[in-house]
Structure formats: structure tokens, C-alpha cells
């Protein structure tokens, strides 16, 4: 994060700390709590790789404990339909604007806010869904994680909450898929990034006459 001042990097601290407090809390949501605050102080195409890579590094501290409790016939099911979602993302990502990004940005995080506002007055449904689901919730889920650093969450929280998982076998499931999600996300966010600033160079590069 070169080129941050010292109360750019302060703050960065700030809104990190205060994200991941707030998923001890609430058990996810630390990326879309961070990214509206992020992007106040560094480009959405820095922020998003930042927040993946934090989240790689916690999920995997914390299988090491959950692992056992895996449901993996829905990882697999999932897996496929969630690695397409983060090449079609991270193309997106590579050549959207920033501009456009922290539009699409504020469209998904009111749309997150109205999500737990009707799931703290109403709930979810307590219907069981089927698995003919996976592949729409697996790719929808990993390419709005990977467009924006968060929100996609959501999708599979809601996903594997209608089909009805015991709590321990919900939170190992979601949190594998998604260790393979940024694993996948780390890997695209570094050819995003090259791709965005040859993408940045060749703007500004002067027109021939």
C-alpha cells in the first residue's frame, strides 16, 4: 500500500479492525463493512485483493478447528459453478473503471442493507431448497465477491440456510468453499492487477498525431 500516508494507513488499521470485530460478532460481512470505508483512501482494485487476502488467511486459521464438520458433496457441487464466477469476475474486475466499480459498489451494499433489514424483522424462510440451486448460487456468490471484495457471501449464507445444515456442518461448508474461493481470488487479483495498469498506462499514453 505504497503511496498511503500515515493517517491513510491509520485509518486503514481502523476500518480493518473495527470489520473483523464486527464478523467476530456477526460470523461474516467483514469485506462489505470494509470496502464503502476503504475506498475513501485507496482505489477499489487495491481494496478488493487487501480484504481477499485477510479473509484467505482467516478462514484457513479457522478450518483448521472446522474441517471435520465439512459437508463436502455441497463444496464439490458448489465448487465448479464458484471458480467460473471468479474468472468471469476477475475479467470484469481487470477492465471495469474505478469510477464504475464504486457505483456497482453502493448498488451492492444497499442492497446488502436492505438484506438484513428484512432478515432481522422477517428471517429467512424456513423452507428447504433443493440442490438443482448450487451452480446459480455458487457463481453469482464468487463473482459479486470477487467484483467487490464482499456481499457474494451472502448468496451461499442463504443457499445452505435452506438446505437446512446443523450449525458446525453450515459454518465449515461455507468457509471451505470459500477458502477455495480466495485461493482462486488471490491468484485472478494478481492478474487483474497487471491487467488494470497496463489497461491505465496505455490511457495515458498521448495519442499520435
Known sequence: MMGLS??????TALVVFISYLIRGMSGFGSSLVAMPLLVMVMTIHTAVPMMGLLAFV???VLLVRDWRHVVWGEVWLLLGPTLVGVAVGT???ATLDNLILLKCLGVVTIAYALYALAVHYFGLPEIRCSRG????????GSAIDTLFG??????IVAYLHLRQFGALEFRATAGMLWVFELAARVGGDRKSTRLNSSHVSESRMPSSA
Not at 6 to 11: D, K, P, R, T
Not at 150 to 155: C, E, K, M, R
Request: hydrophobic share 60%.
Open 133 to 140: 440451486w448450487a451452480p446459480l448460487a455458487g457463481f453469482c
Open 6 to 11: 500515515e493517517w491513510q494507513l491509520a485509518w
Open 58 to 60: 482467516l478462514l484457513s
Open 150 to 155: 464482499g456481499g457474494g457471501g451472502t448468496i
Open 91 to 93: 475479467l470484469v474486475f
